[in-house]
């Protein structure tokens, strides 16, 4: 070691990126933390090169937020043309079948139900699912087939927003998991014409929202410090616990806190914060705030 100290930046917070079509996720958080110089960076969901759209990249302490993100509802807009399923459920993949029926609007209204809900879908063979430790994408790519099986998902809304003959744009909002490719592909089976999608923009991850979001020409060209958000961006979904100095102090070294008050949360996972910023969060179990971590930021 030659006793060198780093030269990146100590950056906490969230930037929401606008992430263009053609970019990998992992080339948007690299691209990022040279930006902004930072030492820590990771995102909150991937987004397939072919698809554009919310991209939340967490600094530094708002990475033990993640989880929080990930976990949070999703919206998408996208497009599926009918005719043609290929191996990877959109454009970039093969034709596996085709057909020349054209599905009409009532027919695809009809079928749309069926998707809502909690259901089970079979991911996509190209998907970042790990089958005894290797990516289902790097398996289907080394020629073998992928066998995957149905996952419990929850889709809250799929509907129409336009219609060709060829193509159709339809909006979803839904839970942690589910896939908008897996959507095209059934819903072609299903209508016998067979799908892919061709275009895909996600509008929603979590707390975050399409207004929230920059693109990277936006933050090269000067936006950098408007686009950083705060560590507490991340934890919104979450109940807030205001607590003293004293009472943040103890959380940080690990204590559970007794939670006084008639507005103070029963159960379930809360955060803490004092002054305006994000102490700790954790389980609240029999009246107390049990920390599971806690964030090393300045009050």
């Not at 993949?93 to 079979?122: H, N, W, Y």
């Not at 809304?157 to 839904?174: F, G, P």
């Not at 507005?263 to 049990?290: K, N, Q, R, S």
């Amino acid at each position: 070691m030659n006793g060198r100290k780093s030269t990146r930046a100590v950056v906490d917070g969230w930037v929401v990126l606008d992430k263009p079509v053609g970019m990998t996720s992992t080339h948007a958080v690299s691209r990022l933390k040279r930006i902004y110089n930072g030492k820590k960076a990771g995102h909150a969901g991937t987004l397939d090169p072919l698809a554009s759209g919310i991209l939340p990249i967490a600094f530094g302490e708002a990475t033990k937020t993640v989880p929080f993100v990930q976990d949070g509802e999703k919206a998408y807009s996208f497009t599926v043309r009918w005719g043609v399923e290929t191996d990877t459920d959109d454009a970039d993949g093969k034709s596996v079948r085709e057909s020349e029926e054209r599905p009409t609007i009532a027919e695809i209204e009809a079928l749309l139900p069926r998707f809502l809900g909690d259901i089970m879908q079979v991911p996509p063979q190209y998907s970042a699912i790990k089958i005894a430790g290797e990516r289902a994408y790097d398996l289907a790519r080394d020629g073998e087939t992928v066998e995957l099986k149905p996952r419990p998902v929850t889709i809250h809304r799929l509907s129409i927003v336009d219609a060709t003959e060829e193509e159709t744009r339809l909006v979803m909002e839904c839970g942690k998991g589910a896939y908008v490719r897996s959507i095209a592909r059934d819903l072609g089976r299903l209508l016998g014409c067979f799908g892919h999608v061709t275009a895909l923009r996600r509008t929603r991850v979590g707390p975050f929202l399409e207004e929230d979001s920059y693109t990277l020409d936006e933050i090269e060209g000067g936006e950098a410090a408007n686009a950083l958000l705060s560590v507490e961006a991340g934890l919104t979904e979450l109940p807030c616990v205001v607590v003293d100095r004293d009472a943040a102090a103890r959380l940080r070294r690990g204590g559970s806190l007794i939670l006084r008050g008639r507005d103070a949360p029963a159960g379930g996972v809360v955060y803490a914060a004092c002054g305006g910023v994000p102490v700790a969060f954790g389980e609240v179990v029999e009246g107390a705030l049990e920390p599971s971590r806690v964030f090393n930021l300045p009050f």
